[in-house]
Every structure is written in C-alpha cells, then in structure tokens.
C-alpha cells in the first residue's frame, strides 16, 4: 500500500512523539551531540585514543536509551558518523570523488559488522577515520609550493606522477622542484612517491581482493618486482605478507616540521 504525502506526514508525526515520549526517562541523551560534536572533533585533531573513549560514550547513551534496539540499529549510526566525517572532509577541500568513497567504503565494511562486535568495531572505524584524515592535513613548510606540491600529490597518487610532470603542473623546473622539496621535507621528491604509493596499497591489500599485480599497476610501479621492492623497504615484509598476516602493522610517514632546520 502506497502512503500519500498527508499520510507520509502523519506518520512521522505520529513516531517523531512517540519518540520523545520514550526519551524523557533518558537524561543521557541531553549529552548526546555534544558527545558526538567531541567526537568529530578529537578525530579531525588526530586525537586516536580520546576519540575511541568519546565514541564508547557515545555508544553507552544510545545503549542505555534504547537498549536492545540501539544494538540493532548501531550499523546505522557508524554509517551516520561516517558519512559526517566525510562532510567535513569536504569542509576541508578533499576532493568530491574521495570524500564519496570513503564514505561508501566505510559503509561497505559496515554493513558487514556483526552486532556482537560494534564496540570493537567502533575502535577500528575511529582508527580508520584517523587514518583517512591524517592524509588531508594541511601541510604547514615554510615554502608555499612544497606544501601544494603534497596535497596535489595526495589528490592525484593513483595517477601517473612523476617529478617531471609535476613540475610542469606547478610552472618550475625539475631541479628547483627536486631543491625545495628535499630542503624542506627532508626527502626526495621520489622517495616521498614511493612512500605514499606503498601508505595506499597497504589499505589495498589488506581490505580488498585485488591481486598484488593489479594493485601495484594501480600505483603505477614499473613492474611487480618493483613494487615488492620498494613496498618491503619501508615494511619490512612483502606485499603478500601484509596481506596474509593482519596483526602486522601499518607503515607510516611522518612529516615533521623539525626536519627543515636538517637540510638548510
């Protein structure tokens, strides 16, 4: 039986104080999006550990308001704080496509959450939030085309970049380009390719089905052999090893700022 527009109305009416009737013994609740505004806070500050412990708050109040039911529909909730984070990481000029696949990534892996293991589960998605976010920190050297340089090559990594053609999209010569970025990064500007390419196939091999050669095709790695290579010099295990053994820990690099003051 299709519902009119009157009725569709009434009927929400109709939940909606059904709804705050059933609220009014739950004092928590008056806490409850001033947890969840904490929550996005502390994970968009990178603060892994303080979020986990927000969220948990989080889950207790809905548990507490709606026992049984809330366990039920916690799936729905961790699509509906995801899909916040990936509002505000268009907030913070992530790009449109990337913003929309995390968020369908994090739906995917959602939807295959058990309800015996949310609060885990809420551990894992708050590191992978984390992660994510991570990436699209503004980076904040001292020279202006450094910091351009990272984030279009954190927007563009599945491309074919080279320092040549980077170079080229930001109107300087190959060696100025290669100068700065080692100046003030620390690192070549080959070397900071390579790290990011093997940052993202780990995620790759560790939540999809993709073969090896497909994912190091994806990241433009000359040949197999050569992503093995390089993906094993900052893991210090194979790409097939990462892959099977899922208690080994994900490589990453950490730009810092201390290291300008090394290469002036």
Known sequence: MQLNQHSIAESISKVYFQEVDELNHCQDVDHFFELEARLIHEVFNLETEKAKTTFAEV???LTNCFGKEAIKGMSTYFTIVSSI???RLLENQVPAKKAFAFNRACSSIIERMSEASFLQFADELVEFYVY??????QPNFRHQTV???IMYINDELESDLTVENIAKRFHISTSHLSRIFREHVGITLVEYLNIRRVEEAQYYLRHTTKSITSISNQFHFCNQSYFTRIFKKYTDVTPK????DSSHPFYRFELSMQQESLYK
Do not use: C, E, G, T
């Open 85 to 87: 984070v990936a509002r």
């Open 241 to 244: 090893h990462f892959r099977d």
């Open 132 to 137: 994510f976010i991570a990436d699209r920190k």
């Open 59 to 61: 889950i207790s109040v």
């Open 147 to 149: 910091n351009k340089v």
